[in-house]
């Protein structure tokens, strides 16, 4: 009996095993959707695990992944920002998620796209990221409200539901976007250059990163995992199929982008077009009248009309005439 308890003690997470002075979050799931600070008499238990939030390029918070013992040490690199392509790792009792986000910072563009990593078992969560995550804030807000998730599997469902969320609303803002390029182009109004090429470049690095993660998403709806109910690998399953929808609608988006980069160049042909049609008519237009102005204004004797004072003013008349009548020849040819 004696070493049985032995053993369940040196299992247990305790407060003083995820004390990092640098960690964004430090808290213990009280079961209850809200959350209480991690002390030194705090033990994580699957109906109140802990939550360990931090950024992986803060000193402290890599000296205590490097040196901790909760976590299995092929995972460690991965936590330390060393995995960024969406995947799911199982070793023994503990599961690594790597997902990635939109970047909604407002000093950068949403591409690249941030990375989030973590680490499940049944009463600890080990969550890293270097750039802030909008989910993750959202969580936290509802579980300092009493109204958030309660246990691991719960917390998960959440966070990956508030990804979907936003990378399904910045997909619907570029949806937006390309609607209005394409109505722009009826009008004839070209947009600006490289304003296109900016929404095909966001919309093909998501779906190089979103394909997998709808993978990832369904693998752990498919897989029997401890810490995940019934309930959460059906909400689990219903997020997988609703990025499924994303996709379907991101690669129509692409497709449109085709379109309206075929539609520029039509436009843009058509005007050079327009021009060298217009110059070709400007030079048959006075192609005679510049072959006579140089026969006449040749400095040889001889010339028609030349000691006649009238002479010039009959000239251009006849000018006149033959550009007048290469009008009419290209109004009755529907040239013009």
Same mark, same amino acid.
Request: glycine share 8%; hydrophobic share 40%.
């Given at each position: 009996?004696?070493s049985v ?57 890599l ?15 991965a936590?330390s ?10 070793q ?5 998620v790597v ?24 009463s600890?969560i080990?969550s890293t990221?270097h ?12 579980l300092?409200?009493?109204?958030g ?30 609607i209005?390029?394409?109505?722009? =182009?009826?009008?004839?109004?070209? @947009? ?7 929404i *095909?470049k +966001?919309? $093909?690095?998501? !779906? ?10 369904s693998? =752990?709806?498919?897989e029997?995992? @401890? ?7 059906? *909400?689990? +399953?219903? $997020?997988?199929? !609703?990025?499924?929808?994303?996709l ?16 520029i160049?039509s ?13 070709s ?11 006579l102005?140089?026969l ?11 000691g006649?004072?009238g ?5 251009c008349?006849?000018?006149a ?10 109004k ?5």
């Amino acid at each position: 009996m004696r070493s049985v308890t032995k053993v369940v003690d040196v299992e247990k997470i305790t407060g003083k095993q995820l004390a990092i002075s640098q960690a964004i979050h430090a808290w213990q799931l009280d079961g209850k959707g809200g959350v209480l600070p991690v002390a030194d008499i705090t033990e994580a238990s699957s109906t109140s695990p802990c939550w360990l939030h931090f950024d992986y390029e803060q000193p402290e918070s890599l000296t205590w992944l490097s040196k901790t013992t909760l976590l299995p040490d092929s995972f460690k690199d991965a936590l330390s920002g060393e995995s960024c392509r969406p995947r799911v790792s199982r070793q023994g009792e503990g599961t690594l998620v790597v997902l990635r986000s939109i970047n909604l910072n407002n000093e950068s563009l949403p591409d690249p796209l941030v990375t989030l990593r973590v680490y499940l078992t049944d009463s600890l969560i080990v969550s890293t990221r270097h750039r802030p995550i909008h989910a993750i804030d959202e969580v936290t807000h509802e579980l300092l409200n009493h109204n958030g998730p309660k246990n691991v599997g719960e917390w998960l469902v959440e966070v990956l539901d508030e990804l979907t969320d936003r990378v399904s609303d910045f997909i619907d803002d570029i949806h937006g976007r390309v609607i209005e390029l394409e109505d722009g =182009l009826l009008e004839q109004v070209v @947009p600006e250059r490289g304003e296109v090429a900016l929404i *095909r470049k +966001q919309l $093909i690095v998501l !779906r190089r990163h979103l394909m997998p993660q709808r993978d990832v998403f369904s693998r =752990l709806a498919n897989e029997r995992l @401890p810490w995940m109910n019934s309930e959460d690998r059906h *909400r689990m +399953q219903d $997020i997988a199929e !609703r990025l499924g929808r994303v996709l379907d609608d991101l690669d129509a988006t692409i497709a449109r982008t085709a379109v309206i980069v075929d539609e520029i160049n039509s436009l843009l042909a058509d005007a050079m077009n327009r021009r060298t049609y217009t110059m070709s008519l400007m030079a048959m237009l006075f192609l005679p009248a510049t072959f006579l102005t140089g026969l006449f204004g040749v400095n040889l004797g001889g010339i028609p009309g030349g000691g006649k004072s009238g002479a010039f003013a009959i000239f251009c008349l006849c000018l006149a005439t033959i550009g007048g009548g290469i009008l009419w020849w290209l109004k009755r040819s529907k040239w013009l």
